[in-house]
T-cell receptor
């Protein structure tokens, strides 16, 4: 079946450094790529998303890039802060059964050390 | 406040004892879904519902049932729970499907332990 691979599974950075999380997807028809942040003990929440007709999107310190040819997309966090510590999930849509479903990556645990 | 709620938040039970986890949303969303979250496996879809009385299997439906009799409610039923169903469960809803302009909102999660 369709899948989304996410790397790395854990990432440790110093406060102020940048963090990059990468995902690859298998369905060439995927057209929507959201990123969710899950803080410890909390629910996943959408932090940024991108459509297939856009190559890059930025929102303050976070940005997402998409390479449709290579079927991969990445989350970039600049000037990391301790409150960025969380698990991040990428996802890609897969059209099946008449609707778009989300296929999630396995998650990346980001730790930002002061 | 627009939200997705789940109950209970924590549950410890024994093998074979039927249980139901409730999910409710107050945003008039058509689409609702159940996921389980396990370490190293991300979020895997169990069942979903496109609208009232319309449900279908996700990627890991074995051992689970759902119903959608009302638009706001989407309960998850475990008829005979087994230890491999020990997991963190999330309900989610969106206006329609899972595309752009259809952000999925997640409930707070239910941590289930089956002994």
């Amino acid at each position: 079946g369709e899948n989304v691979e996410q790397h790395p599974s854990t990432l440790s950075v110093q406060e102020g450094d940048s963090a990059v999380i990468k995902c690859t997807y298998s369905d060439s028809a995927s057209n929507y790529f959201p990123w969710y942040k899950q803080e410890l003990g909390k629910r996943p929440q959408l932090i940024i998303d991108i459509r297939s007709n856009v190559g890059e999107k930025k929102d303050q310190r976070i940005a997402v890039t998409l390479n449709k040819t290579a079927k991969h997309f990445s989350l970039h966090i600049t000037e990391t802060q301790p409150e960025d510590s969380a698990v991040y999930f990428c996802a890609a849509t897969h059209f099946s059964g008449g609707y778009n479903k989300l296929i999630f990556g396995a998650g990346t645990r980001l730790a930002v050390h002061p | 406040e627009a939200q997705v709620t789940q109950n209970p938040r924590y549950l410890i039970t024994v093998t074979g004892k039927k249980l139901t986890v409730t999910c409710s949303q107050n945003m008039n969303h058509e689409y609702m879904s159940w996921y389980r979250q396990d370490p190293g496996l991300g979020l895997r879809q169990i069942y979903y519902s496109m609208n009232v009385e319309v449900t279908d299997k996700g990627d890991v439906p074995e051992g689970y049932k759902v119903s959608r009799k009302e638009k706001r409610n989407f309960p998850l039923i475990l008829e005979s729970p087994s230890p491999n169903q020990t997991s963190l469960y999330f309900c989610a809803s969106s206006l329609k499907g899972s595309g752009f302009y259809n952000e999925q909102f997640f409930g707070p999660g239910t941590r289930l332990t089956v002994l």
